[in-house]
Structure formats: C-alpha cells, structure tokens
C-alpha cells in the first residue's frame, strides 16, 4: 500500500531535551516536506526536499534542522525543543510536486513542557 | 511573500446545497493551485489539483477553477452531503517549490 508513515505519532517531552522525528514513503518519491499545523496558523511548510542531499528552508524553519540521505526518508530533528514547537507536525511527499498532488502521513502530535 | 487566505472560515448548510468555498493568494507566481480536504485529528487528502495553466478541474461532485491574474480559486461542491463535513485548504505552490497553505474552512453539512 502507498503510504506517508510517521513515527512517533504522540510525543511529549521536556524544554531542550532532542528528539527525531521520522518519515518514510514508499512510493519513490522525489519531493518531501515537513509542516507544522497550529491553530489559527494553519499548516506552514518548514522543510522541504527536492532529492536525495538537496533540502530548502521554508517558511518557519527556525529551530529545525533536516537530512534527507535516502530517498525514502525524510527525519525532523529538534535539537535543543522549546515550548513554541509544541505542535501537530505532519510530512508530506509527491513524485513532482509542481505535477502531481503531495501524499501526507497521519501527523505527529508534539507537546514539549 | 506568498499570502493565502479562505473565506469564509467556517460555513455550516444544511444537506443537499450547492457551495462555493473561496480561496485567494497575493503572488501569481505559481506553478498549482491545490485543494485539500482534512478530518478531524487526520491527515490531508488531495482533492483536485489545477496547473497554473489550466482554468478548472472536476472530480465527481467536486469542481475546483483557478483565475490566476486575479488571484483567487473556488472550490464548488454540489449536492453537499453530512460525509462532506470537514476542513477544506487551498495551498499553491510556488515557484520556489514551496508551499503555501490558507487557514481552511471548517464545513458542517446538517442532516
């Protein structure tokens, strides 16, 4: 089945403390992405990647940091957490991106105290 | 920068009307337009895409246009069922092959 799958989907921890957050595909897609969703905000992009070692900022990527060194994962590290990242985080990937629709995986809730 | 915004936020109508949801984005430089439906507590699914070089797409009950120049897309849905019910966005894709998403409308379709 193609899917988006996410891991950890709950997540609670405290002030500084790093965490990863995983993302795989595996539908051989070129494009992936991470978002943020709050309410209010709405979904704002934070990182995306075009292939494999390429990665852009979007437009909050400020206390995150990404690799993407195989095609089918896409991992969201936090390295130092605060309470502002508290958050429902969800990745997305597509084939191409400016042809085809973005395939999203079931979201991470994250709450850092 | 890329602004997108919905109107309205929220629209509550009872079974069986025919609605028109609004989006509209401030920056013409965009390959897509796409729109998406999410359900409480659950991931997005695509729901139709339009080319920045096409005017509309239809799937089933579901009809998305796209007027560049004027920066705006509608989403029409006909015949609005309860399973309708959820929150529909609206994200272009930017040259820069950055998404921007809007704020979505929260749709309650009343048996």
């Known amino acids: 089945e193609a899917q988006v799958t996410q891991n950890p989907r709950y997540l609670i921890t405290v002030t500084g403390k790093k965490l990863t957050v995983t993302c795989s595909q595996n539908?051989?897609?070129?494009?992936m992405s991470w978002y943020r969703q709050d309410p209010g905000l709405g979904l704002r992009q934070i990182y995306y990647?075009?292939?494999?070692?390429?990665?852009d900022k979007g437009d909050v990527p400020e206390g995150y940091k990404v690799s993407r060194k195989e095609k089918r994962n896409f991992p969201l590290i936090l390295e130092s957490p605060s309470p502002n990242q508290t958050s429902l985080y969800f990745c997305a990937s597509s084939l191409s991106p400016s042809a085809e629709t973005q395939y999203f995986g079931p979201g991470t809730r994250l709450l850092v105290l | 920068k890329q602004e997108v915004t919905q109107i309205p936020a929220a629209l509550s109508v009872p079974e069986g009307e025919n609605l028109v949801l609004n989006c509209s984005f401030t920056d013409s430089a965009i390959y897509n337009l796409q729109w998406f439906r999410q359900d409480p507590g659950k991931g997005l699914t695509s729901l139709l895409l339009i080319q920045s070089s096409q005017r509309e797409q239809t799937s089933g009950r579901l009809n998305a246009s796209l007027d560049k120049s004027s920066g705006r897309s509608t989403l029409y849905i006909a015949a609005s069922q309860p399973g309708d019910s959820a929150t529909y966005l609206c994200?272009?894709?930017?040259?820069?092959?950055?998404?921007?998403f809007g704020p979505g409308t929260r749709l309650s379709v009343l048996p």
């Open positions: 990647s075009m292939n494999v070692e390429v990665t």
């Open positions: 539908m051989n897609h070129e494009y």
């Open positions: 994200a272009a894709l930017h040259y820069g092959q950055n998404f921007v």
